[in-house]
DNA sequence: AGATAAGCGAGACGGTACGTCCCGTCTTCTG
DNA sequence: CAGAAGACGGGACGTACCGTCTCGCTTATCT
């Protein structure tokens, strides 16, 4: 709600405007970039908000005014950083479409945010609303696009029609996250490439296509 | 290595005893069983050698004395309660073997066990002590066992030969984790069973055998 | 000087308007009156700006605007609850008159003034325009009133006309504020009766005027 | 109560010790010396715990696991290093032995100990407990030395037999203090001279004794 | 009538200190 | 010598007020 709170003051109603002074945007972004900044050097546990007060030449009390706690902040540090990077073409084909959205998804958990993905995750399994804003506001609107591709496929008669969507996203991303927070294998983007075609071939309509597989067909590397 | 430490004190070489008073053995359970407690209650996070110390009626020092950091101590009282109930039938099915064991996952983490499992990831998240005890000492277990339904399944004819293991059971696994760290969709034993089918029948050589899948083609109920 | 400002604002030069909106003495008066209430409650320390602007229902730069500081606030409010309640009977008798102002000081000390005098002593420690404020504005007022007794008493030929007379004044008082102050005994207005009576007629032996002092010579009560 | 337990762990019963650590009587006394220094410097309401704790070099919990308040911590600081300069010598006159005592306090209470006494009465105008604390603990014994001067007095004849004490001594007392805290008039040891006299011998006319109050018939001096 | 000027409430701002909690270490006595 | 008890220096917590600042609004005087 806090995090509900700052959109709204950022972004939406012209009309209404509550009384005194208004917050100040200076200050919620530089919280933020302190915020992504610290938690890029350190990690989850270790941030302090005094630090991040510090490095953002604010008031502590200016950090807790606007997000309950830390795990809010950094929810929504990461999210103000993950904003229109999904949008990608429709090629046409399920397993060219959903892999490279995977791919896509295992560059970002690579890169210099999959940290803070990872900070958020491991956070949110002792607060709720912590993995709430993940799920919503990081994972649900890539699904949603990945729903759209799925769709496309049935209609266009690559999958089968009595698809369980849902299920379907689990078994294509949750391989991906398992690799990322366990760390037991290398997350690689031919991993996620593989990983589509053996999802995949479970569940098209027909049986022979090895064709689309042999293009992952390479000797793991980890 | 506080670990081994900790296990060759409590059992091995009985012909050299350093002089001194041994150590408590009842100490030591009592500790792990109050981290376990409390880790119950509260995250890993939240989670401080205090209140353990506190709840074992023990003195912090004697905690300290015996674990290094509350990550060896979380993963040692882990490991002290997860021993043996892995062990499940041979069907002679891939398809029933998997389906069963990964049923019985999903009824660990719905237990108060999963309750410290999901401590225990999270906390991972920023202590590669914590996830390595993790993998090692919980899933890789898990996972030898179903290396070999696998193989089972691949010289009786049911799997592709050419099968990645690894990915086939992060395929089969992944998934149910998903649902169990990011809560987004209700993870029941139907779900496992579902999933199961779903990466079967990508996996296996033919494709004509609906008749399995037939098994947990129910509406879902969350 | 900001007192003076708020005087001056509050009354005078009606030639000459600054423009701009006129202070609210609707507002002045609010902030006086929760000055008192909440001095009354806690003491001067424990007061806050913060408090009494909220309890006021008034801007807290509406506050500051007016006063440079809380000792100004507080002084002013108390000098303005502390009018023309001193006024007394000239009796024809030193020691009548001044045992009546003592008495009377004794009766404003007890009551629910005293919780503010005692707050403006305690706050004047730490702080000079307070007990400024205070001497000025309280004390000074009743001390004339008691010079003007007491020299009348000398005119009279009932005290001696070498007579220190801030000296006495102090040695009839100071045992009044004492007992308010240290509260290590009952402060009751026959202590200020027999206080009186012995300061008017020593402590030593050697005495003939033992008529006046019968007049309190009840056993202490408390 | 936290004072007592302070006074309890420095002092008292050797026989039973309380199981643990005990105080570190080297961080105790820093934290005196350094109240002591900054109280000097500052004053009551500016000095604060995190500057003494820091001062001393000690962790803030340190000081607040023995001392409730600022208030207890002043007062205990300053009664500290307030032992044993009260004696004075008996001369065999109650006039002589008052005197000398009134004009100790003046000296103390001009000296740099003043300052601090000026924040125990000031502040314990809002805590109950710092004034209790100074009344017991400095203004007590004191008045139990004067109660046998006055005693002696009696017993020589030289004071009336009917003297109530307490009375007599805040006659003597108070006015000095009156001084101290409104600061209406210089505070000197001659003041206290000439009120000592004034209080033995009375104010009124019918008077012998002018033999002795010629000791101090100066001109006041402020 | 409109411009200009201040006061008003509300409340956010950068700060400072609060009093608490826990860290990991230490120092004591008891078993 | 291990263990319980618990004090230690340290550091972050989340809160309360400080005194200042921006807002939109109101209320006056001065063109």
């Known amino acids: 709600?806090?995090?509900?709170?700052?959109?709204?003051?950022?972004?939406?109603?012209?009309e209404h405007?509550?009384?005194?002074?208004?917050?100040?945007?200076?200050?919620?972004k530089n919280i933020l970039r302190s915020t992504l900044r610290l938690l890029r050097k350190d990690g989850f546990v270790e941030l302090s908000i005094e630090a991040i007060a510090a490095d953002a030449n604010v008031g502590k009390a200016t950090v807790y005014r606007w997000w309950p706690n830390k795990a809010a902040l950094v929810a929504d540090a990461f999210l103000s950083s993950a904003e229109a990077d999904l949008r990608f073409p429709n090629t046409g084909s399920v397993r060219r479409d959903l892999s490279l959205q995977m791919k896509q998804l295992v560059r970002v958990l690579r890169g210099k945010r999959g940290r803070i993905v990872s900070a958020l995750i491991g956070g949110?399994?002792?607060?709720?609303?912590?993995?709430?804003?993940?799920?919503?506001?990081?994972?649900?609107?890539?699904?949603?696009?990945?729903?759209?591709?799925?769709r496309r496929g049935i209609s266009r008669g690559e999958l089968r029609a009595s698809l369980d969507l849902d299920l379907t996203l689990d078994a294509l991303y949750g391989p991906i996250y398992l690799r990322f927070l366990i760390r037991h294998d290398a997350?690689?983007?031919?991993?996620a490439c593989c990983l589509c075609s053996t999802v995949m071939d479970g569940v098209i309509v027909e049986r022979q296509s090895t064709n689309h597989k042999s293009a992952c067909k390479v000797t793991r590397t980890n």
């Open 1 to 14: 709600m806090a995090m509900a709170q700052a959109l709204i003051a950022s972004s939406a109603n012209p």
């Open 17 to 28: 405007r509550s009384p005194g002074r208004p917050r100040s945007e200076h200050a919620r």
């Open 124 to 150: 949110g399994q002792s607060d709720a609303s912590l993995i709430k804003a993940f799920r919503e506001r990081f994972m649900m609107p890539r699904r949603h696009e990945a729903y759209e591709i799925l």
């Open 187 to 191: 997350l690689t983007e031919q991993f």
